[in-house]
C-alpha cells in the first residue's frame, strides 16, 4: 500500500524501478524533494540520476513504482506533460539544435505565431532580446546561430531556456560541467534568485562544494538505489564520497614521480611565439617526457585555441613547433596522429567532437588507425578486435562496449572510450581538455591515475581544467592564460589555488621567458 501523500513535498519517487534490457538503471529508488528547496542529487556515473532527471521530464516512463507531484500521483508520457506540470529540464547533454539561432531554441516549440500558422520572426527576436536582457546576457544576439556559441554560452543559453518558462519544478543537470568562475557565480545568482520566488531545484552535480554553495539537502543514489537523503550541514564531503562509491577514496591525486629533466634531452613538444588569428597571442612552452602540464585560464583567454592549433585545426599565423627538437607543421588532425609526431586530443566535448556516439566502442577506437588492420583493403576483424579489447582492458571499460553503441554508456565510460582511442593510436603526447568534466568522483580517480602512468611511461600530457584543484594535485607544472599569452608559470611546490586564480584574473608578474631546450 502506497504512503499517504505528503503535500510539502514538490517531487516524491518511490520505489522507482527501470530497467534497459540486462541493464538495471533503477532498482526501487526513491527521492523526496520539499517545496521551495535545492536538492542535490548525486551519485557516480550510472547510479540512476539521469534516469530520474528522464522520468521527470516525461523522456522515459517507469517500470515500477510512484511519481508524485506537489502530492499527485502522476504519469509523465512526454516532454509536453512535464511541462504542463511546471516542470522544466536543462539537460547536461545539451538539446540546443545547431543549426537554428538562439531565438529559435530559446522559443522552440512555442514560437509565436500568426493565424495562418507562420512565425512572427521580429516579434520572436524581440522577445528572446528581452529574456536575456532578464538574466544579463545582453551581449548575446538572438539571430546567432547556436554552433558559433562557445560551449559554456551554450550551457547558459540551455539553461535560459528551461528558466524563461517560468518553471514551478526545475532539474538541472550537471549545470555547472562546463561554467567556471563567473559563469558560476552567474548561476548561483540564478539559484538564489528562484529559490526566493519558491521554485523547486533538483541539482545534479560532480563537484561537491557546489552542492554546498547552492543546496538545502541532498541524497546519494549507487547502482540505482537509493542510499542516503540528508541536509547539507548534515554530511562531511568524505561520507558523501563514500556512500557514492561505496568505499573510501584515498589519494584522490596520484603522487607526482617526476624525476628532473636529463641534461641534453630534447623536450617532447616546444611551441616558441605560436599565435592564431584570433585569441591566441603569443604564446610560448615547452613539454617535457613524461611530465603534466596543466594550462589555466579564464574562459577565453586562448586555451581552447591554443589545443586546437597543437592538433592542426587552427592554423598559426606565426611562431614554431618542434617535436622531439624537429620543426613541424601541423595542417590538419591526420598530420598530428601521424606515427612520426604522434599528437592526439581528447576534446571538450566528447559527444559531438570525440566520438561518434551511434557506433560501437570498437568502431571509435578503432577508427584512426584503421589501416593497421586492413589488407588489401579488407579489415582483418579478429586483429582489430583483439587490440581494441586489450586498450579497453587498459582504461577499465566493460568488454561490451567492443559490441554496444557508446550512447549505452555513461558519461564516464565514453570518455575513457575516447582515451582508449589514442592508446590503441599510440600517441606519445595527449592534449586533454577539461577530461573530467560531467563525470564522477571514483571515474575522475581512474582518469588521473591513467594520466599519471602514461606520463610515467614516457608520455607527455597537456592539460586544461575548469577545475583548479585538479591542476593543482595533478601537474608538475603549471601554465597560466590570460588574453592570449602566459601570464605565469609554477612549478612544483610553488603551484597554488590562490596563485593560479589570481594570475588567471591578470594579477600576475609578467610571464618568464622560455626555458632554454637543448636544442638551442
Not at 552535480?205 to 540528508?230: A, Q, W, Y
Not at 590562490?498 to 588567471?504: L, N, S, T
Amino acid at each position: 500500500m502506497a504512503p499517504e501523500a505528503d503535500l510539502s513535498e514538490a517531487i516524491s519517487a518511490v520505489a522507482i524501478s527501470k530497467r534497459y534490457g540486462a541493464t538495471v538503471a533503477l532498482d526501487h529508488a526513491e527521492i523526496r524533494v520539499r517545496g521551495g528547496q535545492v536538492h542535490a542529487l548525486l551519485g557516480e556515473n550510472g547510479a540512476g540520476k539521469t534516469t530520474i532527471v528522464k522520468l521527470l521530464s516525461g523522456l522515459v516512463q517507469p517500470d515500477e513504482g510512484e511519481l508524485r507531484v506537489f502530492g499527485r500521483r502522476v504519469s509523465i508520457a512526454n516532454p509536453r506533460a512535464a511541462h504542463r506540470l511546471g516542470i522544466q529540464t536543462a539537460f547536461q547533454e545539451l538539446t540546443l539544435i545547431p543549426d537554428l539561432t538562439v531565438s529559435q531554441n530559446l522559443l522552440l516549440p512555442y514560437e509565436p505565431a500568426a493565424a495562418t500558422g507562420l512565425i512572427k520572426r521580429r516579434q520572436a527576436v524581440q522577445q528572446v532580446q528581452e529574456i536575456l536582457a532578464l538574466f544579463h546576457l545582453d551581449d548575446v544576439d538572438p539571430r546567432a546561430e547556436v554552433r558559433d556559441l562557445d560551449l559554456p554560452l551554450r550551457q547558459k543559453i540551455e539553461i535560459v531556456k528551461a528558466v524563461g518558462r517560468a518553471p514551478r519544478i526545475l532539474l538541472l543537470d550537471e549545470p555547472t560541467s562546463t561554467l567556471s568562475g563567473d559563469d558560476v557565480d552567474w548561476l548561483g545568482g540564478l539559484i538564489a534568485a528562484l529559490k526566493q520566488r519558491g521554485v523547486t531545484i533538483l541539482f545534479i552535480s560532480h563537484r561537491i562544494p557546489e552542492v554546498h554553495m547552492f543546496c538545502d539537502g541532498l541524497s546519494v543514489l549507487r547502482n540505482g538505489k537509493h542510499v542516503g537523503t540528508f541536509r547539507c550541514d548534515q554530511i562531511s564531503d568524505d561520507d558523501v564520497i563514500r556512500l557514492m562509491i561505496g568505499h573510501d577514496l584515498e589519494h584522490t591525486f596520484p603522487p607526482r614521480t617526476r624525476q628532473q629533466r636529463s641534461r641534453g634531452r630534447l623536450p617532447a613538444l616546444a611551441a616558441h611565439d605560436i599565435a592564431t588569428s584570433e585569441k591566441l597571442a603569443a604564446v610560448s612552452f615547452q613539454l617535457d617526457v613524461g611530465e603534466i602540464l596543466g594550462v589555466a585560464g579564464l574562459q577565453g583567454m586562448g586555451q581552447l585555441e591554443l589545443f586546437l592549433a597543437l592538433f592542426g585545426m587552427a592554423t598559426l599565423t606565426r611562431g614554431r613547433l618542434e617535436i622531439d627538437g624537429r620543426h613541424v607543421t601541423l595542417a590538419a588532425p591526420s598530420d598530428a596522429v601521424r606515427e612520426n609526431i604522434g599528437i592526439s586530443l581528447l576534446p571538450e566535448d566528447r559527444k559531438s567532437e570525440g566520438l561518434f556516439v551511434k557506433l560501437s566502442g570498437r568502431a571509435n577506437v578503432s577508427l584512426p588507425v584503421i589501416d593497421r588492420f586492413c589488407r588489401f583493403g579488407w579489415i582483418d576483424a579478429a586483429r582489430e578486435l583483439s587490440a581494441v579489447d586489450q586498450v579497453l582492458a587498459q582504461v577499465n571499460v566493460h568488454p561490451r562496449a567492443l559490441y554496444r553503441p557508446c550512447t549505452s554508456f555513461s558519461g564516464g565510460n565514453q570518455q575513457k572510450i575516447a582515451l582508449a582511442k589514442w592508446l590503441l593510436a599510440e600517441s606519445r603526447i595527449l592534449l586533454m581538455y577539461d577530461p573530467t568534466r560531467g563525470v564522477d568522483i571514483g571515474t575522475k580517480r581512474e582518469i588521473y591515475l591513467f594520466m599519471r602512468r602514461f606520463a610515467e611511461r614516457g608520455g607527455a600530457i597537456l592539460f586544461y581544467s575548469t577545475e583548479v584543484p585538479e591542476l593543482v594535485g595533478l601537474c608538475d607544472r603549471v601554465l597560466v592564460l590570460y588574453r592570449g599569452r602566459v601570464a605565469q608559470e609554477f612549478d612544483g611546490s610553488a603551484i597554488s589555488e590562490e596563485g593560479i586564480i589570481r594570475a588567471a584574473l591578470g594579477h600576475a608578474q609578467a610571464a618568464p621567458p622560455l626555458r632554454q631546450t637543448a636544442a638551442s
